[in-house]
């Protein structure tokens, strides 16, 4: 195998998914890039490991494995669907800006019970942390 190429177990490795994900993504067109050697196994370029990338951080993201195909498949027809694609971009944005939202408040509730309990550590009388209590 020539030294440009990766094989699978290297590439994912590389960016630091497993052999399964990768193996999954290549067969389902997330990495249109790929390659097979002459014992047709997949062997990864350059391009290829940034369309892995890619998706990774995309899955990262939020995306889902369909709208990451409707993704790909966008940017594979180039120029003409960047309209298309920043749509995707933003409506994942303000999705991830509403989790975080939703995360911000997990977090405020958390601190709030999280004071509670370091003043019930000294109270040795009853357990008004119980919820039973409240």
Known sequence: ???????????????????NTVRYYSDNGL???????????R?????????LMGDKRMREAGMSIDNLK???????????TIK?????????K????????EAQKRVQYLSKKSDI???GLNNKNEDI???KKW
């Open 31 to 41: 990495v249109p890039s790929v390659k097979r050697d002459k014992n047709n196994h």
């Open 70 to 80: 409707k993704y790909v498949d966008l940017c594979l027809k180039g120029q003409s």
């Open 94 to 101: 303000v999705q991830a800006q509403r989790q975080l939202q």
């Open 43 to 51: 062997i990864f370029d350059q391009e290829a490991i940034n369309w």
């Open 117 to 119: 309990y370091k003043k």
């Open 129 to 131: 942390l119980n919820p």
């Open 84 to 92: 298309e694609r920043y749509q995707i971009i933003e409506n994942l």
């Open 1 to 19: 195998m020539r030294s440009d190429f990766l094989e699978i177990k290297n590439a994912a490795k590389k960016v630091g998914l497993n052999e």
